[in-house]
Nanobody
Framework: QVQLVESGGGLVQAGGSLRLSCAVS????????MGWFRQAPGKEREFVAGVDWSGSVTSYADSVKGRFRISRDNGENTVYLQMNTLEPEDTGVYYCAAGKPFIIIVRGIGDVSDWGKGTRVTVSS
């Protein structure tokens, strides 16, 4: 089982930026797709962004396109989510996700094999 540990969450004002990091425990996972999801209070977990094994192919939810950027450093076994121009609607717990084998890029909950415990992001208005 892959261990995923998120960090970088916190409280930020609307319009601000945060960078989330996800440390991946096993080097072998550098060959799989990775993603970020979030869950707002009282809502279901939703897809935010996904990246393929190489870092060259990415996918984003419409609500974050142009504001968020997912990337990965396979040498450091780390996946990042740069979040800019944050809005109160971005508030929630952000989860790192590892894709199932043969999933090129994570785009939904069904593509995920392992989850981190999450890091909380709060955007004040």
């Amino acid at each position: 089982q892959v261990q995923l540990v998120e960090s970088g969450g916190g409280l930020v004002q609307a319009g601000g930026s945060l960078r989330l990091s996800c440390a991946v425990s096993r080097r072998a996972r550098s060959t799989y797709g990775m993603g970020w999801f979030r869950q707002a209070p009282g809502k279901e977990r939703e897809f935010v962004a996904g990246v393929d094994w190489s870092g060259s192919v990415t996918s984003y939810a419409d609500s974050v396109k142009g504001r968020f950027r997912i990337s990965r450093d396979n040498g450091e076994n780390t996946v990042y989510l740069q979040m800019n121009t944050l809005e109160p609607e971005d508030t929630g717990v952000y989860y790192c996700a590892a894709g199932k084998p043969f999933i090129i890029i994570v785009r939904g909950i069904g593509d995920v094999s392992d989850w981190g415990k999450g890091t909380r992001v709060t955007v004040s208005s």
